[in-house]
């Protein structure tokens, strides 16, 4: 089945504690990119990756790093959380080398406490 | 800043009636739209795609694209109960998809 698996489902850390979010596509897609959805704003763009070792910042890239050694993984690392990063991830994937229509991951919910 | 707005809602309808939602956006280089269908606390999940002016059908769903007046909406013909869900309109700006806050649909039995 075609799909993008995000892990953990759920998380809820402490201050400063560092962690990370795992993303995983099977239908080899070049371009990856992680959102975050928070009430009343919307899903807000934390960083992209149009292909391996290719990465690039969104609007709201503070606090969040990635990386993109293999095609399929676009890991989400936060080197220090603080309370304001507690929201809904999502990690979506696509086919074309820009955003054509997104396959989105079930999403991990983060407590930053 | 580019942005696309939608009217939070929440929008109620009967159920059979057509449900229309509406967005604006504000970057004219954006050549295309989505509409994503998100269920409380599920992932968004794409219903249709448009890069033409003019309407799209795909079964009950019909997208309307009219670029000079920076303006998507999707109609819902024969609405349902399981339509409620909150729908997020999108359009593509340099490398991303910019999202709206989405419109919360409730379809009354």
């Known amino acids: 089945e075609a799909q993008v698996t995000q892990n953990p489902r759920y998380l809820i850390t402490v201050t400063g504690k560092k962690l990370t979010v795992t993303c995983s596509q099977n239908?080899?897609?070049?371009?990856m990119s992680w959102y975050r959805q928070d009430p009343g704003l919307g899903l807000r763009q934390i960083y992209y990756s149009m292909n391996v070792e290719v990465t690039d910042k969104g609007d709201v890239p503070e606090g969040y790093k990635v990386s993109r050694k293999e095609k399929r993984n676009f890991p989400l690392i936060l080197e220090s959380p603080s309370p304001n990063q507690t929201s809904l991830y999502f990690c979506?994937?696509?086919?074309?080398?820009?955003?054509?229509?997104?396959?989105f991951g079930s999403g991990t919910r983060l407590t930053v406490v | 800043q580019k942005e696309v707005e939608q009217n939070s809602g929440p929008l109620s309808v009967p159920e059979g009636a057509i449900a229309s939602l509406n967005c604006t956006y504000s970057?004219?280089?954006?050549?295309?739209f989505f509409w994503y269908r998100q269920y409380s606390g599920k992932s968004p999940e794409l219903i249709m795609f448009?890069?033409?002016?003019g309407d799209k059908e795909d079964g009950r769903f019909t997208a309307q694209l009219n670029k000079a007046s920076q303006y998507v909406s999707l109609l819902i013909r024969d609405s349902q109960p399981s339509d409620s869900a909150t729908y997020l309109c999108a359009g593509d700006s340099s490398y991303k998809l910019i999202f709206g806050s989405g419109t919360r649909l409730l379809v009354r039995p």
């Open positions: 239908m080899n897609h070049e371009y």
């Open positions: 448009i890069y033409s002016n």
């Open positions: 970057d004219r280089g954006s050549q295309s």
């Open positions: 979506a994937s696509s086919a074309a080398r820009g955003p054509s229509g997104y396959t």
